[in-house]
């Protein structure tokens, strides 16, 4: 009786471990999208730079969290919702991993437009960054609390920032036509909308597997109601 | 626990008084048939020597009246052993008697008696025996009998008699066990009552107990002992609302971890501090509450070498917080286990005083040197030979005027500005119609807005009270005002000044432009000296970067205040609220 509990303290400690780091992860991930962001907002390359170079951590703990779900899988065999939150994590530590790496994307992409003149102040990305940002939280939220209405609310989230990228890309578009010296500029400044929406995109995922982990329903590939019918 | 000592107390009176009782009876009864065989013997011993006085003959002849007459039965048995005569059974049918215990015995000692079982009447019978003697020479035996039925039934009586008394005794014992149990048990229930209470946290009251025995002993040993506990429980509490207040009064913010890392208390300050930015974070860990990668860092730090440690950590939001984090342990005094504290000191104010401070600096050198490096470099070619062109000379020494007026202009805008901050310029205070004032600000500004394509509209209502002001200031705040909203505004813009009155005796002065606007998370830096609120913007020529810093001195100054409002892309609100004029003052 005595060892049985102690083995159940032991791989609950392991299981709160994998979400530990899924967190920390997350908070890594969030902290680096709103580095490249501010990177590009602020003309800061330092920070662009520090964000490119953050990237290896972020990409060391998504190796050490899927071994740490490999090794619970292989040793403890767990079963019901303690299996479908493992494979859960393996799947959002991926997503995460991506997200990370969009980051550095995003600052690559700043240093190059920090070197050149300004083109436009920009409102709509730091907002969509924000959004975004939002979404990675919220969706590692309903991870953590198990909650399925904020994992919904996530998924309808993916809505604003479709929407913002559109009109990221009408606004370009005008400026493009008017002179064609800002294409360049305006070309990087889309694809960094492009990064942001696909962030939001993954962490869409992520709310999609924390109500799969949640109610054993795999919703994705769906869309949340009264959302997206035009 | 009650019934249980009642049946211990119940069982052990009965076992005793049945076990008194049983004995007494066995003794008793053994007694009684020793002296009834005693007194039986005696008896028929001497109704056979009277009987031995007889011939044979006459005892054989006569055996069955002399039976009658004494109540016995009467055995003849001649020398060999063989019966003679018998008055209870045929002597032809009769064994040899010569082995029996009391013929024996009478051989030997002159008389014999025995006691057994008689297989002719089938009940214990006391025999007697005497010899009958001619001379020395024994001719024969007489043998009386009785059986002992009297002695059997005395001793019947007596063992019903004790079997009634073991039942009066089962009543009496259960009447004497549940008194003794009941006087026993009434005053260990109330002491296992007033420790019951003690164990809930109730105060009982002090346990009155008469007897001097081992229990009023005991009552006594726990008075004293919750007399004491509750004393200690009373130094307890002192010390913990000691502590509480410590810890509510202190102006760090404090987080306490327990041994699983999960926040476990969270003191005033520090739902100050956090201003309920992240919900309930009571049973969280710190990564889980509050995502932030520092913080997580300097706690997995602190695991790690077991060693204080100290982090400035920033926690984003609107407004972002900087705060110093302090992690020791705390030694868990009932668990001795050690516990994280956490304790947050926040110099979000502190280090924004200090980037003011340092952006101060940094800014007024390069303010003061861009004009500087102006005069320098003309001044140097001039001194190489523009000189000798008048038309370029006379362009650089225009430049050089321009730019050592700048310079000047920065200098008198510090000193109004430190004159201000020291509460030294003086305000020639007077009432003034804001129309007036306006009407003077826009005869100098009008141009300007003009020549930049820019519509500036006007709408006065009606009557407005006077306001409180120094003329010359006032036009200095609104042209400083109007200025930033004509350099912001893109051509074909709108320039918006309304009036009106405000509530508790101010009147408001609102500039509306249809300009860039101003991030959300700039507007509290604006008052800042030398703050753009764009980085990248260069310096507009003309401007010191200290107007709007002016403008709020000057206003609080007045006793009014600024307020900027603007939403990115659409525009930016200024908003200014002068004390009407009172005549009285």
Redesign the interface.
Known sequence: MEEKRHINIQYDNELREVK?SL??L???T??AI?GGINALL??DTEMARQVISNDNLIDRLDVEIEEKCIRLLALRQPAAKDLRFIATAIKINGHLERIGDMAVNIAEKAIILNNEP?LK?Y?DL?RMAEVARGMI?ES?DAL?NEDVALADKVRKDDEIIDNLNEQIFRELLTFMMEDQHTIHRALIISQISKLLERVSDHAESIADMVIYMVTGKSVRHTYPADSREN | MRSRLFYKIFATYLVIMILTLGITGVLLSSGIRKEEAGRTKDEILSLARIMSMMSEAEISRKVSSLAGTSRTRITLIDRSGTVIADSAANPKNMENHLNRVEIQEALIKGEGAAIHFSRTLGVDMLYVALPLRDGAEIKGYLRLARPLLAVDAVIKKLVESIYHTIFIIIVFSLLIAFIFSWRLMSPIRKIADSTRRVRRGEIPGTLLMNSRDEIGQLAQDINYMVMELQEKIRLAKEGEGKLEAAFAGMTEGVIILDREDRIETVNRSMDAILCNRYGPILNKTPLDAFRNVALHDALKRFKKERAPVLQEITMEGAPSLILDVNISTVTDMTGGKDKTIMVFHDVTRLKRLETIRTDFVANVTHEIRTPLTAIIGFAETLQQGAFDNPETARRFLRTIRENAERLNRLVDDLLTLSGLELGEAKLHLEGIRIEDALDQVLAVVEARAAEKGLTIRKEIAGELPLIRADLDRLAQILINILDNAIKFTPAGGTIAISTSPGEEDCLTVRISDTGVGIPKGELPRLGERFYRADKTRSREPGGTGLGLSIVKHLMMAHGGRVIIDSTLGHGTTVSLYFPVFRESK
Request: charged share 40%.
């Open positions: 530990d967190i920390y997350g908070a890594l969030e902290k709103e602020n003309r300004k102040p409102i730091p939280k590692l953590v």
